[in-house]
Structure formats: structure tokens, C-alpha cells
């Protein structure tokens, strides 16, 4: 069974602080895809990135970065210089290759999410 | 840029009443799921739907919840009777291929349901 784990439930930083979110994952495929979603107050889910089991560079978009470390199963975003519109709900979430043959239509496991606030 | 559209925003409804959350997915996708999250939780997955079929379902999606592509546009997720626990924000998402295939889910802005 896959499992995603956000052990951070609530992390709160003054802006303009780096501030690291966690997220540990258990998986017994070989083949796996590790994906970052945003949820601002406003609800919706918002694509950050996804990374494939094989690509373990970590990978940076402007304040945004990644850390794909395969030896402890982890998969932590970074946020340097954050800023108060940064404030949210922060999702990591898994998928693996299914077996089934419907082509690769599975479902995405979910952490738990950990609330970033940003404070002024 | 294109985006997956959800109706309505908010929807309540009675216990034991049918309800359908309506779900327009991005024109050239090809893969569709749904999403529940129960107020302050995570997200859960229910269902995905390909080639006009469920493709997977969770243990959540049981035989009180359909989904259906009645169209090219439209792809909804009908529950028969509602329950006091089917209140949550139901997200639906599609993409291009499937996750395994590194093509990432869009989700759209979600429906709130509340059932009283």
C-alpha cells in the first residue's frame, strides 16, 4: 500500500524566512511519481511539480525548490524568501504505475497537508 | 490558459437526497477523476475514469456514488442518497494521461457539498 506522511501539520514563519516542508512517502513500486500541490484559502489544488522515481535531481522554479532524496524516501520543498502570498495548504502526494490495464488512469495518494503561514 | 471547471460552487442538499456534481474537464484530456476532502483532512481519492469506464475506485466509492461522461464535455459524479458524511469539498481533475505516465493532474476549484 502506498502512504504519503506530511508530519508538519502547521508550520508558521515571518516572511521573508526559508521555511521547509517535509514529506516522506512509502511505496513498494519501482516506478513511482512524487507530486507538490498548493491549496490557497481560496480552495482550489494547484499543480507545483511532479517527479518521476528515476530523476533524483533536485530541481529548483524561482523561490520554489525540491529535494529528491530516493535512499530515505523523501521528497521536501523549500520556499527561500517566503512571502505572505505563500500562505496555504501545502500538499505531497504519490502514484505509482498500476497494474491495471487502464493505462495509468490511477488515483494520486494524498498527505495530510501541512498549513504554511506566512505572517508579515 | 485552459482550466477544469466545477458546478456548482456550493451545493446542500437533505439527507437521502440524490445529488450531481457536475464537472467540465480540460477539452483534450483524456483521463477524469474525483476527489473528496472532508473539512480540515486530506485530499482522498474515489475514482478515475477512462475510455468511458471507471479505470479505479477506492473502497470511499461505493455503490452509492456513479460517475458518467453523458457527453464530450461533461463528466459528473452522482451520489443516490446522501449521508451526513458525504459533506466535503469534491474536487474533480483531469489529465492529459494518466499520473503513470508523468502527466499531472488539474484540478478544478472544487464543489463544497453540505448535507444537513
Known amino acids: 500500500a502506498q502512504k504519503v506522511t506530511q508530519a508538519q501539520t502547521e508550520i508558521s514563519v515571518v516572511e521573508k524566512e526559508d521555511v521547509t516542508l517535509d514529506c516522506v512517502y512509502e511505496?513498494?513500486?519501482?516506478?513511482?511519481?512524487l507530486f507538490w500541490y498548493k491549496q490557497p484559502p481560496s480552495g482550489e489544488l494547484v499543480f507545483l511539480i511532479r517527479r518521476n522515481s528515476f530523476d533524483e535531481q533536485n530541481e529548483i522554479s524561482g523561490r520554489y525548490s525540491w529535494n529528491f532524496q530516493k535512499s530515505t524516501s523523501s521528497f521536501n520543498f523549500t520556499i527561500t524568501a517566503s512571502q505572505v502570498v505563500d500562505s496555504a495548504v501545502y500538499f505531497c502526494?504519490?502514484?505509482?504505475?498500476?497494474?491495471?490495464?487502464?493505462?495509468?488512469?490511477?488515483?494520486?495518494?494524498f498527505g495530510k497537508g501541512t498549513h504554511l503561514i506566512i505572517q508579515p | 490558459e485552459p482550466e477544469v471547471t466545477q458546478t456548482p460552487s456550493h451545493q446542500v442538499t437533505q439527507m437521502g437526497q440524490e445529488v450531481i456534481l457536475r464537472c467540465v474537464p480540460i477539452?483534450?484530456?483524456?483521463?477524469f477523476y474525483w476527489y473528496r476532502q472532508i473539512l480540515g483532512q486530506k485530499v482522498e481519492f474515489l475514482v478515475s475514469?477512462?475510455?468511458?469506464?471507471?479505470?479505479?475506485k477506492s473502497e470511499i466509492f461505493d455503490d452509492q456514488f456513479s460517475v458518467e461522461r453523458p457527453d464530450g464535455s461533461n463528466f459528473t459524479l452522482k451520489i443516490r442518497s446522501t449521508k451526513l458524511e458525504d459533506s466535503a469539498m469534491y474536487f474533480c481533475a483531469s489529465s492529459t494521461r494518466g499520473t503513470a505516465y508523468n502527466s499531472p493532474l488539474h484540478f478544478g476549484n472544487g464543489t463544497r457539498l453540505t448535507v444537513t
Open positions: 477539452s483534450n484530456h483524456l483521463y
Open positions: 511505496t513498494r513500486d519501482t516506478t513511482y511519481y
Open positions: 502526494a504519490l502514484s505509482g504505475v498500476p497494474p491495471s490495464p487502464g493505462g495509468g488512469a490511477d488515483g494520486l495518494t
Open positions: 475514469f477512462y475510455n468511458n469506464e471507471i479505470s479505479e
